[in-house]
């Protein structure tokens, strides 16, 4: 395994920090950031961890779920838990030169020690568009890009996060996945190496000490190894889809289970925020006030891997802003979910915290609000400290037929009513996001939007009687995700994505009326066509990732880096003569019978009823129905598959609590 002592090797790397563009950034020292000694156990093994978001540190620092991990971690005494992040082309060249003891290899920001030399490089991937940034970083480790030629010197390269739901793209360079909540399981997991470590690493019928570990992993069930499960294809001249994936060693899960954390409370994380030395993407404090959601919007797949809802109390809510920022310094505290005032007690929430920290320099914001949750009395309270930022709903589809075939049950006159109620109440800002590709849309549900923002900006006019409104339109393409009711769906084809955003930016400009007061934002339908296809991709993908990395594909999730040509011509080289191209991944609709790349991880969502979602989703875009998906915190349950399938259920108020007094935790 790695290294039993591990220097720093930032006497190396100071010398060349004047010569590169924000070198504040690979410093380490934040407030509230983590140095242990490297045999830090009171007795036994040392567990050590490297904890990578793959991107940049201006994004990566303020990632709530490595943030996280690194405070779990390092509150156990046997344990070791650092950071690291992608580095600029910069810094990279300056490595891969070197000095004369040779490369600087990838270093952790703490203590800028040597990645290779910890027991775990963990990843999290909020995003596919990060893998090549993983192979960058495991190269400039010096870690085999394979697992399958990593020895018993290199760590175990271990991928989570929203991507880790289907890893078949990055198989052949991950050593091992978690899908799920990671606070329990990490520690799980470093209890298997320890206990393996401690027992002087043995290999027992494996051929390798490194198997032995990961079959001890695998046949807990909730850590996939990719290794241990072998994919058959079908002849390239017949479809080429997949056959079967099966394991290769006795005891391995045929299908390998989520973790679901069911006491939030129990994990009031981060009690410690890490406070940024360079600016970064989000300049607040975060606390996740729960976890889940049950809106059933056929698209979202954070919504669907997530289930079930499971709050936090008003109480430790209202303990860990206070705690946090009496800890950090952050003026800004954001309540962060996926549909954040969907909480159940909500207005306790801002009102209490908006009494405390009235007057105070603190200020509360929510994420982008649901029309139908929106109220004036609780935008008021997260308003109250004199910050009145615009407000930003999510339509998410242009016309009401759209929105009824992603299950939004959002009409346009809810979201007049709402933004009315808000120009009304001094707001001057609203944005709105929508999507571009849905299933069976067309150019005219696409066209709609132009007058569903006339309309909001009309009202806006009409009920304050100034000519200052704004109202700024969003718009992202549409990627089919694994474990949604859409995960059968095609995409639509870069071509008609760009024309139909296109005809809808000339029919915005066109009016004179509102031209000015509408601000139009997009990207192009490039950047979600890779997407789609490492969303959707399985092992054959791998391939494909690494030539482009190896053309020299970085930050691919950045606009000034991404390179569609890159991906396109490193698709069509790394798979010739396999049957499939980027279009088999992409715009292709799948069929039932189909084996998906992810069919034997397990997010608890029934196979079936996701079917049945999207059959509903097809017969209310032809007119045959008109079937709306309840939330099931207020409705009975509709099958989903997650509470029984996971042993969960899902946690609600109201508590019938108020904030309480300032509580340290």
Request: charge should be negative; proline fraction near 6%.
């Given at each position: 395994?790695?290294?039993?002592?591990?220097?720093?090797?930032?006497?190396?790397?100071?010398?060349?920090?004047?010569?590169?563009?924000?070198?504040?950034?690979?410093?380490?020292?934040?407030?509230?950031?983590?140095?242990?000694?490297?045999?830090?156990?009171?007795?036994?093994?040392?567990?050590?961890?490297?904890?990578?978001?793959?991107?940049?540190?201006?994004?990566?620092?303020?990632?709530?779920?490595?943030?996280?991990?690194?405070?779990?971690?390092?509150?156990?005494?046997?344990?070791?838990?650092?950071?690291?992040?992608?580095?600029?082309?910069?810094?990279?060249?300056?490595?891969?030169?070197?000095?004369?003891q040779g490369p600087i290899p990838q270093f952790t920001i703490d203590a800028h020690r040597p990645v290779r030399d910890f027991d775990v490089l963990g990843l999290s991937f909020s995003t596919e568009l990060g893998y090549t940034n993983m192979l960058n970083a495991l190269d400039l480790a010096q870690i085999p890009l394979h697992a399958a030629e990593?020895?018993?010197?290199?760590?175990?390269?271990?991928?989570?996060?929203?991507?880790?739901?289907?890893?078949?793209?990055?198989?052949?360079?991950?050593?091992?996945?978690?899908?799920?909540?990671?606070?329990?399981?990490?520690?799980?997991?470093?209890?298997?190496?320890?206990?393996?470590?401690?027992?002087?690493?043995?290999?027992?019928?494996?051929?390798?000490?490194?198997?032995?570990?990961?079959?001890?992993?695998?046949?807990?069930?909730?850590?996939?190894?990719?290794?241990?499960?072998?994919?058959?294809?079908?002849?390239?001249?017949?479809?080429?889809?997949?056959?079967?994936?099966?394991?290769?060693?006795?005891?391995?899960?045929?299908?390998?289970?989520?973790?679901?954390?069911?006491?939030?409370?129990?994990?009031?994380?981060?009690?410690?925020?890490?406070?940024?030395?360079?600016?970064?993407?989000?300049?607040?404090?975060?606390?996740?006030?729960?976890?889940?959601?049950?809106?059933?919007?056929?698209?979202?797949?954070?919504?669907?891997?997530?289930?079930?809802?499971?709050?936090?109390?008003?109480?430790?809510?209202?303990?860990?802003?206070?705690?946090?920022?009496?800890?950090?310094?952050?003026?800004?505290?954001?309540?962060?979910?996926?549909?954040?005032?969907?909480?159940?007690?909500?207005?306790?929430?801002?009102?209490?915290?908006?009494?405390?920290?009235?007057?105070?320099?603190?200020?509360?914001?929510?994420?982008?609000?649901?029309?139908?949750?929106?109220?004036?009395?609780?935008?008021?309270?997260?308003?109250?400290?004199?910050?009145?930022?615009?407000?930003?709903?999510?339509?998410?589809?242009?016309?009401?037929?759209?929105?009824?075939?992603?299950?939004?049950?959002?009409?346009?006159?809810?979201?007049?009513?709402?933004?009315?109620?808000?120009?009304?109440?001094?707001?001057?800002?609203?944005?709105?996001?929508?999507?571009?590709?849905?299933?069976?849309?067309?150019?005219?549900?696409?066209?709609?939007?132009?007058?569903?923002?006339?309309?909001?900006?009309?009202?806006?006019?009409?009920?304050?009687?100034?000519?200052?409104?704004?109202?700024?339109?969003?718009?992202?393409?549409?990627?089919?995700?694994?474990?949604?009711?859409?995960?059968?769906?095609?995409?639509?084809?870069?071509?008609?994505?760009?024309?139909?955003?296109?005809?809808?930016?000339?029919?915005?400009?066109?009016?004179?009326?509102?031209?000015?007061?509408?601000?139009?934002?997009?990207?192009?339908?490039?950047?979600?066509?890779?997407?789609?296809?490492?969303?959707?991709?399985?092992?054959?993908?791998?391939?494909?990732?690494?030539?482009?990395?190896?053309?020299?594909?970085?930050?691919?999730?950045?606009?000034?880096?991404?390179?569609?040509?890159?991906?396109?011509?490193?698709?069509?080289?790394?798979?010739?003569?396999?049957?499939?191209?980027?279009?088999?991944?992409?715009?292709?609709?799948?069929?039932?019978?189909?084996?998906?790349?992810?069919?034997?991880?397990?997010?608890?969502?029934?196979?079936?009823?996701?079917?049945?979602?999207?059959?509903?989703?097809?017969?209310?875009?032809?007119?045959?129905?008109?079937?709306?998906?309840?939330?099931?915190?207020?409705?009975?349950?509709?099958?989903?598959?997650?509470?029984?399938?996971?042993?969960?259920?899902?946690?609600?108020?109201?508590?019938?609590?108020?904030?309480?007094?300032?509580?340290?935790?």
């Open positions: 395994m790695p290294s039993p002592t591990s220097a720093s090797i930032f006497p190396r790397l100071e010398p060349h920090l004047p010569t590169i563009s924000k070198p504040i950034q690979y410093v380490g020292g934040e407030l509230n950031s983590t140095v242990k000694e490297w045999d830090c156990a009171p007795e036994g093994e040392t567990v050590r961890w490297a904890l990578m978001y793959p991107d940049a540190y201006e994004v990566g620092l303020p990632n709530q779920g490595v943030a996280i991990l690194y405070e779990v971690l390092n509150e156990r005494d046997w344990i070791v838990a650092e950071r690291t992040y992608s580095v600029w082309p910069d810094l990279e060249q300056v490595m891969r030169t070197g000095d004369e990593r020895t018993d010197a290199d760590p175990i390269v271990l991928a989570g996060g929203h991507a880790a739901f289907n890893p078949e793209p990055i198989a052949d360079f991950i050593d091992a996945a978690v899908l799920g909540d990671g606070e329990e399981v990490v520690l799980a997991i470093s209890d298997v190496i320890k206990e393996w470590k401690e027992e002087g690493r043995p290999a027992g019928e494996m051929t390798s000490g490194r198997d032995e570990l990961l079959r001890r992993l695998a046949v807990t069930g909730n850590i996939y190894v990719p290794k241990f499960y072998d994919v058959t294809y079908g002849d390239p001249a017949d479809g080429a889809e997949i056959v079967a994936v099966t394991p290769n060693r006795p005891g391995i899960p045929h299908r390998v289970t989520k973790h679901t954390l069911m006491d939030l409370d129990a994990w009031p994380y981060p009690k410690k925020p890490l406070v940024p030395l360079a600016e970064t993407v989000h300049e607040r404090f975060s606390v996740e006030i729960f976890r889940g959601c049950t809106r059933g919007c056929r698209f979202c797949q954070a919504g669907m891997i997530t289930r079930p809802v499971r709050e936090r109390s008003i109480e430790t809510i209202g303990a860990m802003v206070e705690n946090g920022v009496r800890a950090s310094g952050f003026d800004e505290v954001g309540l962060l979910s996926l549909s954040s005032a969907d909480h159940t007690e909500i207005a306790d929430v801002a009102k209490g915290l908006a009494d405390r920290y009235e007057g105070s320099s603190v200020s509360l914001s929510l994420p982008s609000t649901r029309v139908d949750a929106f109220n004036i009395s609780l935008a008021n309270e997260f308003s109250r400290n004199g910050r009145r930022s615009g407000l930003t709903f999510a339509p998410e589809g242009g016309s009401e037929r759209m929105r009824k075939v992603i299950n939004k049950m959002v009409t346009e006159e809810d979201l007049i009513r709402t933004v009315s109620a808000a120009y009304s109440h001094g707001w001057r800002q609203v944005k709105l996001y929508f999507m571009c590709g849905l299933p069976t849309e067309t150019d005219e549900d696409v066209l709609q939007i132009a007058d569903l923002a006339k309309r909001v900006i009309a009202e806006g006019r009409k009920v304050t009687g100034q000519n200052d409104i704004r109202c700024t339109v969003s718009i992202g393409g549409f990627v089919p995700k694994p474990h949604t009711p859409f995960q059968w769906a095609s995409q639509l084809d870069v071509e008609t994505t760009d024309d139909r955003l296109q005809k809808l930016r000339d029919l915005v400009r066109a009016d004179k009326k509102y031209a000015r007061a509408i601000g139009f934002r997009y990207h192009d339908g490039k950047p979600g066509s890779v997407e789609g296809l490492l969303s959707r991709g399985d092992r054959r993908v791998g391939a494909v990732i690494e030539q482009v990395w190896r053309d020299g594909g970085r930050f691919d999730g950045w606009s000034e880096h991404f390179s569609y040509d890159r991906w396109v011509e490193s698709a069509e080289k790394a798979l010739a003569g396999t049957g499939v191209d980027q279009a088999w991944f992409t715009t292709r609709e799948r069929g039932y019978d189909e084996v998906l790349p992810w069919d034997h991880l397990d997010s608890g969502l029934d196979k079936d009823w996701l079917w049945a979602d999207w059959e509903d989703a097809l017969a209310v875009a032809d007119g045959s129905s008109d079937v709306e998906v309840e939330d099931c915190r207020w409705t009975p349950c509709y099958d989903c598959g997650v509470c029984p399938e996971m042993g969960t259920e899902i946690q609600i108020g109201p508590t019938g609590q108020k904030l309480l007094p300032l509580a340290v935790i």
